[in-house]
Nanobody, 121 residues
Framework: QVQLVESGGGLVQPGGSLKLSCAAS????????MYWYRQAPGKEREVVAT???????NYADSVKGRFTISRDNAKNTVYLQMNSLKPEDTAVYYC???????????????WGKGTQVTVSS
């Protein structure tokens, strides 16, 4: 079994910063892509940032220059550093990872349960 657990969410004022973490645990052979998604009330879930196993990154236009995704492969953990936060960044943030559980298994996508980020004065 594989579990993803997010942490680091909370309430922050506009212009502030937060750093989210997502730790994967369980039967893990290799983690390929890792993602951060978010879902605001009444809106569809959207991808915010992506990082490959080699460390290449990609961002949604709405967060470019403000958010940074990174990973620590030794800890099976992905991070999202969020700076210059805006009220429109308010959402539940979810971690997603493409994981192989052994050398012969096909990779599957796993989701965390999410962490709330609220940007408000």
């Amino acid at each position: 079994q594989v579990q993803l657990v997010e942490s680091g969410g909370g309430l922050v004022q506009p212009g502030g910063s937060l750093k989210l973490s997502c730790a994967a645990s369980g039967s893990i052979f290799r983690i390929n892509f890792m993602y951060w998604y978010r879902q605001a009330p009444g809106k569809e879930r959207e991808v915010v940032a992506t990082i490959t196993g080699a460390g290449s990154t990609n961002y949604a236009d709405s967060v470019k220059g403000r958010f940074t995704i990174s990973r620590d492969n030794a800890k099976n953990t992905v991070y999202l550093q969020m700076n210059s936060l805006k009220p429109e960044d308010t959402a539940v943030y979810y971690c997603n990872a493409n994981i192989r559980t052994d050398s012969t298994a096909q990779p599957n996508n796993y989701w965390g349960k999410g962490t709330q980020v609220t940007v408000s004065s």
